[in-house]
């Protein structure tokens, strides 16, 4: 299966959890723009060491909105052109939030929109988590994209995860903050939820 990856905002974590997700479940990895030269896909490539890492979709060396760094590079490319590989098993890691541009005219999710693919929204704990959440749930749902869990980053909050889960009628699966010491211990738990909800 092929599947999105996208966030309610930067900095959520969505490449720990494609870094958890691909060395669990052997999937692939793509990143569909990467704003910064510190690349996500050599995070993931960290953890996930028998996974395939795809070259990403666009490459920009600004640490910014996209449609910024490709004015300030002087790049020339639109959004959907960007090819998805062609394998069985890929989570797709978009940038930034559900409506980070890409280039001037379209944002992340006008390009899961027009290429249709089940996709799992991370979220991490922080005020204004629920707002973020509900407005990315609901901009997803008004597109049909499907969702397949909310993962939640971090250290675990109850009543956050009540209301967001009677409120929305969603999966969670949570994930903790990991490191190359912690990572087999967290695995066994994320493995068991995963399973669940996702595979």
């Known amino acids: 299966m092929q599947i999105y990856v996208c966030g309610t905002s930067t900095d959520v974590g969505k490449t720990h959890f494609c870094a958890m997700f691909c060395e669990s479940f052997k999937y692939e990895y793509f990143k569909l723009i990467q704003a910064g030269e510190l690349k996500d896909s050599d995070i993931v490539s960290s953890f996930a060491l028998k996974s395939k890492i795809h070259k990403e979709g666009i490459f920009l060396k600004t640490p910014a909105s996209p449609h910024i760094g490709k004015k300030l590079e002087n790049l020339s490319y639109n959004a959907f052109d960007i ?53 990315s749930i609901e901009a997803l749902r008004k597109r049909q994209i499907p969702i397949l869990a909310l993962v939640m980053s971090g250290e675990k909050d109850n009543e956050i995860d009540d209301f967001v889960y009677k409120y929305c009628d969603i999966n969670i699966l949570h994930l903790s903050y990991f490191t190359k010491q912690t990572f087999s211990a967290i695995s066994k738990e994320f493995k068991k939820g995963a399973k669940k909800l996702i595979i």
Not at 85 to 112: H, R, V
């Open 83 to 135: 090819k998805i590989p062609n394998s069985k098993n890929l989570l797709i890691e978009t940038a930034g939030g559900l409506f980070t541009p890409i280039d001037e005219k379209c944002c992340m999710i006008d390009y899961m929109a027009l290429n249709p693919k089940p996709c799992i929204l991370v979220a991490s704990y922080y005020l204004g988590t629920i707002n973020h959440i509900i407005l």
